[in-house]
C-alpha cells in the first residue's frame, strides 16, 4: 500500500531531505541494477546513510546504540526493540533495528548504570554490530496515519473504511464478543485484550485509536461509533467513559488491545515503506509480539 | 445530617492537617447541603455505580476515582457530550451527591487504600522491615503466584509478563496507576496499571529483557480497580466508626474489563 508523502507543516525541512532521498535513491537504485547484480554484491550502505534518507525528526528519535558509520548488512523494523525481536533481528542477519518504543526501558531511552539487565543487552547490542535507531515521531506523524492503516490491513477492513479516514471502518455486523476474537486471533494477542461493554452487543462502525490516547480520543470518537479499538487508555479516563456509555444504555463499548499490538502493524506498513527507499539491503518486519499472559482458571 | 456534615466529620477525624489546595478531594456532583440518606463508598463513581448505590437508597457517594473522566474532573469542555448529559441529568434527578476522597485517603496513616490491598493480596505477615512495598514468600513460580493473586483478587483481566517457571520469592507492589519500577533486587513488580511503553521506566520491556536473560523476573498488572476498590471498604468500616446517624456501605464499581480466551 503506496501512501500520500504528505508532511507535517512543522517538518517541512525533512521533507526536504526526504525528497531528495527519493531522487538520490533513484540513482543508487539504477547504480545497483546496472552494477550490482551482475556483480552479485550491493553497494554498501551505512546505519547514517539510511537515516539520512528517510530523514529525522530528531528527539526522541536518534540512535540509542550502535555505530552510525556501521555497514548496513539488513533493517529490521518494530514497535519494541525487545531482547528477543534483537535476537531474531541478528538470527536474520539486520544489524539496523528501527524501533518505535524506546530500546532501554524508557521515554529518555538512557541505558541504567550498573543494571545488569541493561548491561546485557548492550552487549549483546556491541557484540552483534547492531545499530538501534528510534524512529517514532516522524512515522507518527505521517499522513494518512500508518499506524490506523496498518492495524485495518491486518483487520483485513480496508475495503470498510469510511471514506478516506483511515480511523473509521463500518464492518458487516458482528457481536463485540466475536469482534474480540477476531482481534484475538489477527493480532496474535494472549491476554493483552482486555474489554467494556456486553459481548453480545452487535456493532457495524468503528474507530480504531491505535497507541496510546488521551481521553479527547475518545470523547471524539465513541459518540459516533459503535466500538472504539484502542491501544491504551487510562482506567479513570477513557475506561470510565466507555463504561458510562454502556450504563446510559448505549449498545456500544471499548476494546483495548495493547499498546504494542496496536501499533505493530504500523510498523509493518514502516518497514514496507523502507523496502521501496533502501533497496540494497532486505527489510523485514519483527513484530515483538503480545507482551502479556494470564494463568489457566 | 448533609453530604458537607458528613465531609466535616471526616476532616475532624483524619488525624491530619487538611489539605485546602487539593483539587480531588471536593464535590464533583450534588448539592452539598443534601440531607444524606445513605453513604456508598466505592472506586469510582461510575453511572452504574451511582444507579446501584440510588437503588440501596444510598444517595451520598464517596468516590476514590474521578466522576468524570480525568482526574481535575474538568467539564468544562463536556457540556454538549451526551454521556455527560445522562450522568448530570440522572444525578440532579434523583438528588446524588458525589464528593472525592483520594489524596487524604492515602495520607492519612495508614494509607487505607494500601491497607486493602494488603488485605486482598493476603500479604499482611509478607512485608519486610525495610520498605513498606516489598514483601518476600517461600519461593514459588511466577505462574502459581500469579494464579494465586487471580483468584484471590477475582480478577478476569489480570496480565503477567515473564516466565511463567521463573522462580520467585519476593515483590515490590504498587497501588492504582503505579508498577515500582523493576530493580535487580526484586523479583516481581506488582501494580494497578501503567504505560505499556514509552513512560518513565517501562517495566514491560524491562521484565521481557530479563526473562530473555534467564532472570527470575515478573510483572503483574491487577488494574487500577482491583488494586484500589478492598480499601474503599476499609474506608466503609473507617466511617462507620463516627458517623452513626446513616447507614453507610461499601459497594464495588467492579473491574471493567473482562477479556477474550485465547
Same mark, same amino acid.
Given at each position: ?297 | ?59 451520598? !457517594? $464517596?468516590?476514590? +476515582? ?10 468544562? #469542555?463536556?457540556?454538549? &457530550?451526551?454521556? %455527560? ?103 516481581? !513488580? $506488582?501494580?494497578? +496499571? ?10 514491560? #520491556?524491562?521484565?521481557? &529483557?530479563?526473562? %530473555? ?50
Amino acid at each position: 500500500m503506496l501512501f500520500a508523502l504528505t508532511p507535517p507543516a512543522s517538518r517541512s525541512y525533512h521533507w526536504c531531505v526526504m525528497e531528495l532521498s527519493r531522487r538520490r535513491f533513484a540513482q543508487v537504485a539504477g547504480t545497483a541494477l546496472a552494477g550490482g547484480r551482475l556483480a552479485g554484491q550491493q553497494t554498501p550502505i551505512t546505519a547514517q546513510q539510511v537515516i539520512d534518507r528517510v530523514g529525522n525528526a530528531g528527539s526522541p528519535d536518534g540512535i540509542k546504540a550502535g555505530d552510525a558509520g556501521a555497514t548496513v548488512t539488513g533493517i529490521a523494523v518494530t514497535a519494541m526493540a525487545t531482547m528477543d525481536v534483537l535476537a531474531r533481528a541478528a538470527r536474520e542477519k539486520a544489524n539496523l533495528l528501527i524501533t518505535l518504543e524506546p530500546v532501554f526501558f524508557g521515554a529518555g531511552d538512557a541505558p541504567l548504570a550498573g543494571d545488569p539487565v541493561c548491561a546485557a543487552k548492550r552487549e549483546f547490542i556491541r557484540h552483534n554490530g547492531m545499530v538501534i535507531w528510534r524512529f517514532s515521531d516522524y512515522w507518527r506523524a505521517r499522513k494518512p496515519d500508518p499506524f490506523a492503516a496498518g492495524l485495518a490491513r491486518t483487520l483485513a477492513w480496508t475495503p470498510y473504511r469510511t471514506g478516506d479516514d483511515p480511523f473509521r471502518y463500518e464492518v458487516p455486523e458482528l457481536t463485540i464478543g466475536a469482534l474480540s476474537d477476531v482481534l484475538l486471533k489477527r493480532l496474535n494477542a494472549r491476554a493483552g485484550i482486555r474489554v467494556v461493554g456486553d459481548p453480545r452487543t452487535q456493532v457495524r462502525r468503528i474507530t480504531l485509536l491505535p497507541g496510546s490516547t488521551p481521553l479527547s480520543a475518545m470523547l471524539k470518537a465513541l459518540p459516533e461509533c459503535d466500538v472504539v479499538i484502542a491501544g491504551e487508555t487510562r482506567e479513570w479516563e477513557s475506561v470510565e467513559y466507555a463504561q458510562d456509555t454502556v450504563a446510559s444504555g448505549q449498545k456500544k463499548g471499548l476494546i483495548m488491545v495493547g499498546r504494542v499490538l496496536s501499533e505493530e502493524p504500523g510498523m509493518n506498513l514502516c518497514a514496507e515503506w523502507l523496502k521501496t527507499l533502501v533497496p540494497e539491503v532486505p527489510v523485514r518486519w519483527i513484530p515483538a509480539g503480545d507482551a502479556y499472559w494470564r494463568p489457566a482458571v | 445530617m448533609t453530604a458537607n456534615e458528613v465531609v466535616e466529620r471526616i476532616r475532624k477525624n483524619i488525624g491530619i492537617p487538611w489539605n485546602e489546595k487539593s483539587y480531588r478531594d471536593t464535590f464533583k456532583v450534588g448539592d452539598p447541603n443534601t440531607e444524606v440518606k445513605g453513604i456508598a463508598t466505592t472506586f469510582m463513581a461510575t453511572l452504574d455505580l451511582i444507579q446501584r448505590a440510588r437503588a440501596a437508597g444510598l444517595n451520598f !457517594v $464517596i468516590t476514590h +476515582e474521578p466522576t468524570f473522566w480525568s482526574d481535575r474532573d474538568t467539564v468544562s #469542555e463536556l457540556a454538549n &457530550d451526551p454521556i %455527560y448529559k445522562f450522568k448530570v441529568d440522572y444525578c440532579a434527578r434523583n438528588k446524588m451527591v458525589v464528593w472525592r476522597y483520594h489524596d487524604h485517603i492515602h495520607s492519612r496513616p495508614p494509607d487505607l487504600i494500601w491497607v486493602g490491598l494488603v488485605r486482598s493480596l493476603g500479604w499482611q505477615d509478607r512485608q519486610t522491615s525495610g520498605s513498606r512495598n516489598r514483601f518476600t514468600f517461600p519461593e514459588t513460580t511466577l505462574g502459581a503466584l500469579a494464579a494465586d493473586i487471580q483468584r484471590r483478587m477475582n480478577v478476569r483481566a489480570l496480565r503477567v509478563v515473564g516466565d511463567p517457571s521463573a522462580k520467585v520469592s519476593s515483590a515490590a507492589v504498587g497501588m492504582g496507576y503505579n508498577i515500582p519500577r523493576a530493580t535487580p533486587d526484586v523479583d516481581v !513488580v $506488582i501494580g494497578g +496499571e501503567n504505560p505499556e511503553a514509552g513512560g518513565p521506566f517501562d517495566d514491560t #520491556e524491562y521484565i521481557l &529483557d530479563a526473562a %530473555y536473560f534467564g532472570r527470575n523476573k515478573g510483572q503483574i498488572v491487577l488494574g487500577h480497580a482491583i488494586s484500589e476498590e478492598p480499601g474503599m471498604e476499609d474506608c466503609a468500616n473507617w466511617l462507620r466508626t463516627f458517623v452513626t446517624e446513616v447507614q453507610i456501605q461499601f459497594i464495588r464499581a467492579g473491574e471493567p474489563f473482562w477479556s477474550p480466551k485465547a
